[in-house]
């Protein structure tokens, strides 16, 4: 497995090659991108893209945690959380991925 992570660098460089835009209006479209999937996230809303998953945030109540050192019960606060579900051709093509 790689440790190389994929930046906003390499997603512009990418929109730069494969759509021909300049690097900066690349740059920028990817920013605007990112910049919407976010405003919609902090709305509460439901981010959904076709063939690779969908991204929602979700109210998590408060409830007792335990502290692994001491074994102290702990309360924990109530709190939004993002989660992301892939869909089944990205977990398909992920899973591919690994059996090569």
């Known amino acids: 497995m ?7 660098m390499d997603l512009a460089e990418a929109v730069f090659r494969e759509v021909g835009l300049s690097r900066h209006e690349s740059a920028q479209l ?11 996230l ?3 809303e439901t981010v959904k893209i ?11 109540s408060e409830r007792i945690g335990r502290n692994p050192k ?3 019960e ?9 989660s992301f579900r892939p869909s ?4 398909d093509r992920v899973a591919a991925g690994n059996e090569g």
């Not at 790689?2 to 906003?8: A, I, M, P």
């Not at 076709?50 to 998590?60: A, D, E, L």
């Open 2 to 8: 790689s440790d190389r992570t994929l930046t906003r």
């Open 30 to 40: 990817v920013e605007s991108v990112l910049s919407h999937i976010s405003d919609a």
């Open 42 to 44: 902090v709305a509460g």
């Open 50 to 60: 076709s063939s690779f998953g969908t991204f929602s945030v979700r109210n998590k």
């Open 70 to 72: 001491t074994g102290e």
């Open 74 to 82: 702990v309360p924990i606060t109530p709190r939004r959380v993002l």
């Open 88 to 91: 089944h051709l990205m977990r």
